[in-house]
């Protein structure tokens, strides 16, 4: 058999495997949802499920984010608490520690066929020191809009779009003035099969932070962030899922780039067996 031969064959093999409906799989394990990095996907917890995330982003300019969230129904699927605890180096002090924090309300508004919209509204605690850099000083408000959609069998799509208004926000100097800012993406995700997955994100942003003397200083990101994720399904009903990326910085974000790295726990909680 010569090489060529050999090569088709293993490639259609390999794509056999991965690409044909395993359905008594697919009847045990449960699809991996609500595990995007960048962008927020528009499920909300089931009842009587908890969600553990972590991800760590590191970036060519040697700044990270670590990011812990816990998310809870309340008691089912339509209302769900969480919230976030994030860390930092910031960019311009070279300074690391905590950030702010969020607690997150989500509202399953619409959870019917292809089609999941769950529009988030989160507070913004000033945990993070601003003289570091770390944070804004003050309390603020953030509102995300996340839709789902499934496109075929194998494709799935997801939208966000979000804004963030920090009143009487603080520079490092101490002075203040309102900041506000706006989040945009969207995502494609293919379904190899029930347990790995292929994802292209991408997500612009503008924010704005108080600089000197109160002045605003406004500024522009655009990502783009391939990557995969994979779920390890457990009898216990524990699901853990795990990612990587490497996003992709493009105009006005050419030249930066990093990786991006996801961590996921799922797992019911007895006694909670409320209704959607």
Do not use: C
Request: proline letters at 4%; glycine letters at 10%.
């Amino acid at each position: 058999m010569d090489k060529r031969k050999q090569m088709f064959l293993t490639i259609l093999a390999l794509w056999a495997v991965f690409s044909s409906p395993n359905r008594a799989l697919a009847a045990e394990i449960r699809k991996i949802q609500d595990n995007s990095f960048l962008l927020e996907e528009a499920y909300n917890q089931e009842a009587g499920v908890i969600q553990h995330i972590q991800y760590y982003q590191y970036m060519k300019d040697k700044t990270w984010v670590y990011s812990f969230t816990q998310e809870w129904p309340v008691p089912g699927q339509r209302h769900q608490l969480s919230y976030t605890i994030p860390g930092l180096r910031a960019a311009d002090t070279g300074k690391g520690g905590l950030g702010d924090i969020l607690i997150n309300y989500r509202h399953q508004t619409v959870l019917k066929g292809s089609l999941a919209v769950a529009p988030r509204l989160s507070m913004l605690l000033p945990s993070g020191d601003y003289k570091r850099g770390l944070g804004s000083g003050s309390i603020g408000l953030q509102g995300n809009i996340p839709i789902s959609v499934e496109l075929k069998e194998r494709w799935v799509s997801h939208w966000n779009l979000g804004t963030t208004y920090i009143p009487n926000a603080k520079a490092i100097d101490g002075s203040r003035a309102d900041i506000k800012g706006y989040n945009y993406g969207a995502s494609i995700i293919y379904l190899v099969n029930d347990r790995l997955n292929l994802m292209l994100e991408t997500l612009g942003t503008r924010s704005q932070s108080v600089i000197s003397n109160g002045a605003v200083k406004a500024e522009k990101a655009f990502f783009l962030n391939p990557g995969m994720r994979y779920a390890f399904d457990f009898k216990s009903g524990l699901q853990v899922v795990v990612g990587l990326s490497f996003p992709v910085g493009l105009s006005p974000s050419r030249g930066e780039y990093g990786s991006f790295l996801y961590l996921s726990f799922e797992h019911s909680l007895k006694g909670n067996n409320a209704d959607f």
